[in-house]
């Protein structure tokens, strides 16, 4: 166990039919600090960094270019990535279009989707930086109009203001999180699905955090498009994907063109490529990409997505149960761990700095954790929270750890207070 071993009293629970130190050994990082920052960017297994290697070491070579047998290499091993993040959300490998991360794939649908005045975009008001930003931009360039729908104190939106809002029928797109990264709450997204596609409206949904927590099938969703992120599944960072079915990807106007993206072309016109690859400009980070498959078969094969529920049950349990016993500890996420989708927590300490809890649990309990306002800034401005502390777990996290954490966290706030 590396650090933990150096306290007192720490006993790991069984996991897939052993210790869970056979899953930890994967993450060399575990052996130097208890690593609760997943939601943020999740730990790398070395089968992913190895795959990876392999790349450069191997057969570096560029896709589809060139007509020797390293390029033939580089190309099979693309295709298989791309099976392999198709299966791990239950699509065909023909509906992925590489992206660098969840931000890029909602970039593209916002400014190859079209757009005329008086559309209504519908975004809730908890949304990543990511996915509102692009949709305030598109509103101003095309004259739609981007509305906001409100979310209660359990984070859940107000379904009939999205149905109102379907009967004026001008209702063009809604955008949301799957999992939001503030409160680890789900949306009820086959809800918001049905009274979008009764209107006629697309559906996009950030997988960000969704993808990495739970088995997704995007048939059962009602989106359109799922956007998520190769870093925050165990993948490298810089890898993502868009979602779509063909049919969709085939209605867009490519956003970013040139290489790899055409059949042929003139000096005064190009025969753009069928999708995914007339979305995928330019040499492309084929060993990210690489990566980011072998990510997806860790997932699915190595650890499973029942497993990683069944941890992240426990994991919210004792780590929400924890706080909520904390004098001065405020949650803003919900009390009850049953409410959760993702293992996360989100907290401020009365009279206590935000940025000033991190960075003494860094540096007191080699703790890594996320301070601030979590790219959500619009929420917290709302509300004028300043900012606040997020643990967030995965699947090699441990009870062990969330007991380190809290008994450092009280001691902390007892000797700032």
Not at 93 to 122: C, H, M, P, W, Y
Not at 250 to 279: I, M, N, W
Request: one cysteine or more; aromatic letters at 8%; a positive charge.
């Amino acid at each position: 166990m590396g650090f933990l071993k150096r306290g007192k009293g720490l006993s790991e629970p069984m996991l897939f039919g052993g210790k869970i130190e056979r899953i930890r050994e994967d993450f060399p990082v575990l052996e130097k600090c208890v690593y609760f920052d997943s939601a943020c960017m999740a730990l790398k297994p070395r089968q992913v960094v190895e795959k990876m290697n392999g790349y450069y070491s191997e057969y570096t070579a560029c896709s589809g270019r060139s007509a020797h047998k390293l390029s033939d290499r580089t190309g099979l091993e693309v295709d298989r990535a791309r099976e392999a993040v198709a299966r791990l959300i239950g699509a065909r490998a023909l509906e992925i279009v590489f992206q660098r991360n969840t931000t890029e794939g909602i970039n593209l649908v916002a400014n190859s989707l079209s757009f005329k005045k008086g559309d209504i975009i519908l975004t809730t008001d908890i949304e990543h930086n990511s996915n509102l930003l692009p949709w305030q931009k598109r509103a101003r360039e095309t004259g739609a109009i981007h509305k906001i729908i409100p979310t209660n104190n359990s984070f859940e939106p107000d379904l009939s203001a999205i149905e109102k809002e379907a009967k004026s029928g001008k209702l063009r797109l809604v955008a949301f999180p799957l999992v939001s990264n503030i409160s680890g709450t789900k949306m009820p997204a086959e809800a918001i699905g049905k009274i979008a596609r009764k209107a006629g409206a697309k559906v996009l949904i950030d997988g960000a955090q969704g993808v990495p927590s739970s088995k997704i099938s995007v048939n059962s969703l009602g989106c359109d498009f799922l956007s998520f992120s190769g870093h925050k599944m165990c993948g490298p960072t810089g890898t993502g994907a868009l979602w779509a079915k063909t049919g969709d990807l085939e209605e867009l106007s490519p956003f970013l063109v040139g290489g790899e993206t055409v059949e042929d072309s003139t000096y005064s016109s190009a025969e753009f490529s069928r999708p995914p690859e007339k979305f995928e400009a330019g040499l492309q980070d084929y060993a990210g990409i690489i990566g980011f498959g072998e990510a997806a078969n860790y997932l699915s094969k190595r650890v499973g997505f029942r497993e990683i529920e069944r941890r992240k049950k426990i994991l919210v349990k004792a780590l929400v149960e924890g706080l909520g016993e904390i004098e001065k500890v405020r949650l803003i996420s919900p009390s009850d761990p049953k409410k959760y989708a993702s293992a996360l927590a989100n907290f401020t300490v009365s009279g206590l700095d935000h940025h000033q809890i991190a960075i003494t649990l860094d540096s007191f309990g080699k703790i890594a954790l996320r301070s601030g306002r979590h790219c959500v800034h619009s929420w917290y401005n709302s509300r004028k929270i300043t900012g606040s502390v997020r643990p967030s777990l995965y699947f090699y996290n441990t009870e062990s750890e969330i007991d380190f954490f809290l008994k450092t966290l009280r001691k902390i706030i007892s000797d700032l207070s």
